[in-house]
């Protein structure tokens, strides 16, 4: 099974991806093509976090928690306001649909297996590593809080990321963050029994085959949306989001606002006396307006409250 990663010519760094900067880390974890710490620390300038040790931003756990109450609506809103129109992802087989996923982005892209250039690359981590490179290579490095998204070209046979049982260590690992894979897995019902949200587009009884590993925490392409290490990945029943790190803030902040407004209004209704269009979106009448502003900064004082106690 030939399924790995590449060390260093300038002509295979084109050929992973569009970005120049791709380097060869020299470090042991390496041979693989990859963003140096730098590298990674550059393109994810705006993140406004600390990093993990491998340089991806960190969003912080407890941002992580608060995102598992979000919605599709609440995501897109930020997103779309800030012109970020490519961040959504959907059509994929949902393992859980009744279970959001929420965590950091560990990227991992493969490509269609070429025999002469990973020959050189199974030679030089033969050389550097004494083994070879394969799929576990990239699963071994996961960490608690990451979500494993996997760029697999949407292949169907032989394009099985995991089974049961990688899958399993995937859930321990990430302590449940989850995976994403354009591409398939296999072993569904022992996979199916695993309490970790999971995004496929196929189900295939084959290993995986007939590819090769070519970076891990790169960017890559799900779908339409250009994923990058460390974004806030976020799947419900509908598809998945893949939200930059700069804006996680916003869009929590914001759904608090929007989780106030619809409690609001919900009340509102419930009164009986007033028409959906008096009240939704926003009310009409001055007073009502009035009534909803302090009762918004009101319920933003008692969560703000409640979050700083804990």
Known sequence: MKLTRKSSASHFVGLCFVCAALIFAQAVSAQLVSFSKQELIDYTAQNPFDRLPDGRPKVPDALIERARGL??????????AKEFNNQYADGF?????????????FTVQFMPLREDVDNVAQAKSKQSLGK?????????????GDVLVVDLFGKKVGGTIVGDNTSSYVNQATHGGGLVVDGSVRDLNGISEIEMPAYFRSVDPTPIGNVMLTGINVPI?????TVM???LVVGDREGIYFVPPQFVQEVLDKADETHIHDEWTKKKFAEGKY????IYGSPSDPKLQQEYQEYLKKRLDEIHKQRSSK
């Open 71 to 80: 919605s599709s609506e609440e995501v897109w809103a930020v997103l779309q």
């Open 93 to 105: 087989q949902v393992l859980h649909p009744g279970k959001m996923m929420v965590g950091r982005a």
């Open 132 to 144: 070879r490179l394969f799929n576990q290579t990239a699963i071994d490095m996961l960490q608690p």
């Open 221 to 225: 392409r799900i779908g339409n949306v």
């Open 229 to 231: 290490p460390g974004d």
């Open 275 to 278: 028409k959906s269009s008096e």
